[in-house]
């Protein structure tokens, strides 16, 4: 199950990566250039006409009221919190976009990566929950890397002297 979640992962990573690039090439040409609010209001929408089918094929209809009551759960509770997790989430992914639209989108990756350690550090002391070595050594991995990255993009930036 772990190798599932594993390869999951990177493929959502392979997936937003190339998104973000192709996203940003899109934005970059200079005749007819759409713009980060169109782009991503036209994938949003093509996101959902994909991808609704392949969610009532395999999920079904358990969203329903009826369904929702018969678990014990709450339904105008369930609704709502639904309804501001998804607009948090758009709101995020908006944010997202401006910022794509701003840098390259290999910034853009490593600007995500960063803000995936500090959620996950931050839910760890929150919540308190232990820290495997493993996953310690992975968090230490992407430190690394954003700080090597940073420090390579300040090495470039400098103008040669002559």
Not at 37 to 51: E, N, W
Not at 119 to 135: A, R, W, Y
């Amino acid at each position: 199950m772990e190798r599932a979640g594993f390869w999951s992962a990177m493929a959502s990573n392979l997936t937003n990566q190339s998104r973000n690039v192709l996203s940003k090439k899109v934005m970059a040409k200079k005749e007819e250039s759409i713009d980060n609010i169109t782009l991503f209001s036209i994938i949003t929408i093509m996101s959902f006409f994909l991808l609704a089918p392949v969610t009532v094929f395999m999920e079904g209809v358990k969203f329903t009221p009826a369904y929702l009551q018969s678990a014990g759960l709450n339904v105008g509770q369930v609704y709502t919190r639904s309804l501001i997790a998804a607009l948090c989430f758009h709101a995020y992914q908006q944010v997202s976009y401006m910022i794509l639209q701003r840098v390259s989108p290999v910034t853009h990756s490593v600007g995500n990566c960063v803000k995936r350690v500090v959620v996950i550090v931050s839910s760890v002391i929150f919540f308190q929950t232990p820290v495997s070595p493993i996953n310690a050594f992975g968090t230490g991995i992407a430190l690394a890397g954003v700080f090597l990255y940073s420090r390579v993009k300040r090495i470039k930036a400098k103008p040669k002297t002559a």
